[in-house]
């Protein structure tokens, strides 16, 4: 969820966090493969998330909503695997 200042998560597992969109790092809970993560709003439809394990960057998501608001585009970048993995959401 977006909200003006404000992103948080809620996933499989209890995993959750609750970020400001200043790109601070900020408790991830629920999940041991994840300490921290940062969220950084970079304009009116974008969101890039980075996670972190006891400091070091683990994976880096990018977000962006379409402007009419019914497809969302992800893209994660898996950094200890060298992966990448893209889907989009579609509101119905």
């Known amino acids: 969820m977006l909200t003006v200042d404000t992103f ?12 400001k969109l200043d790109g601070k790092d900020y408790p991830y ?4 493969g994840i300490t921290s993560v940062s969220v950084k709003k970079i304009d009116a439809n974008t969101v890039d998330e980075t996670d972190k ?3 070091k960057v683990i994976g880096v998501a990018h977000m962006t909503v379409d402007p009419d608001g019914k497809d969302l585009k992800l893209n994660y970048e898996d950094k200890l695997q ?8 579609e509101r119905h």
């Open 82 to 89: 060298g992966t990448t993995f893209s889907a989009t959401a």
């Open 53 to 55: 394990r006891d400091g």
């Open 29 to 32: 809970k629920g999940d041991p």
């Open 8 to 19: 948080s998560m809620q996933g499989p597992q209890a995993s959750s966090y609750e970020a």
